[in-house]
């Protein structure tokens, strides 16, 4: 099947900084790629749509100046974590659409002190 | 967005058939049913897809009634390697967004 790759799998950050997570399709093309965030023994609420060349669309209750995402090729787009917070420690996962299927990445998991 | 509904959780002893089934009412006429595997800290893995009637793979089977409104995940003979969360989800087209419900938490034990 194919494969999305995410990375990093797990990050440790202090309050106050930036985290870039990225998610590439690695045998297949995207135009389209999705964000999603979990919470411990919850599932996953979709955050966002990414649409390669153009502008991402946000989930209602998602902060676009929080939570910004770049899909500026086929294979790859980026979720940038600006200024994080406690709050925002969370499983970030992306997937991608291949061949009807959506396929997922393995998750990052995102501390910050 | 067809809204699904699952059990929220199950519980089987290693070598039994598990069937894990869905709720979707409101389905669209162009929309697949496709169910994921996840494990803790993992992202969700894909098992089965289909649209009617029934399909196998070498994992699992999924049968889905005529009027598409529901549809039975089938685990033959689950080991404790399958104790994991499965999702039911329903949507159609490439760029289509799939809205996870609550899963169903499958404990397997001896």
């Known amino acids: 099947g194919a494969v999305v790759s995410q990375h990093p799998s797990r990050v440790i950050c202090k309050s106050g900084t930036s985290v870039k997570i990225e998610c590439r399709s690695l045998?297949?093309?995207?135009?389209?790629m999705f964000w999603y965030r979990q919470f411990p023994k919850k599932s996953l609420m979709l955050m966002a749509t990414?649409?390669?060349?153009?502008?991402?669309?946000?989930e209602q209750g998602v902060e676009k100046d929080k939570f910004l995402i770049n899909h500026a090729s086929l294979t790859l787009s980026t979720l940038t974590v600006t200024s994080a917070h406690p709050e925002d420690s969370s499983f970030y996962i992306c997937?991608?659409?291949?061949?009807?299927?959506?396929?997922f990445g393995s998750g990052t998991q995102l501390s910050v002190l | 967005l067809a809204k699904t509904t699952q059990p929220i959780s199950m519980d089987s002893y290693e070598g039994q058939e598990v069937n894990i089934t869905c709720s979707h009412n409101?389905?669209?006429?162009?929309?697949?049913i496709t169910w994921y595997q996840q494990f803790p800290s993992q992202g969700p893995r894909f098992i089965i897809q289909g649209y009617k009637t029934k399909v196998t793979n070498e994992v699992a089977s999924l049968f889905i009634p005529a009027d598409r409104k529901s549809s039975t995940l089938s685990l033959p003979r689950v080991s404790l390697s399958d104790t994991a969360v499965y999702y039911c989800l329903v949507g159609a087209g490439t760029a289509s967004k799939l809205t996870f419900g609550t899963g169903t938490r499958l404990q397997v034990t001896l």
């Open positions: 409101n389905i669209a006429t162009n929309d697949y």
């Open positions: 990414s649409n390669e060349g153009s502008k991402a669309t946000y």
């Open positions: 045998d297949f093309q995207a135009t389209t």
């Open positions: 997937s991608a659409r291949g061949n009807e299927k959506l396929f």
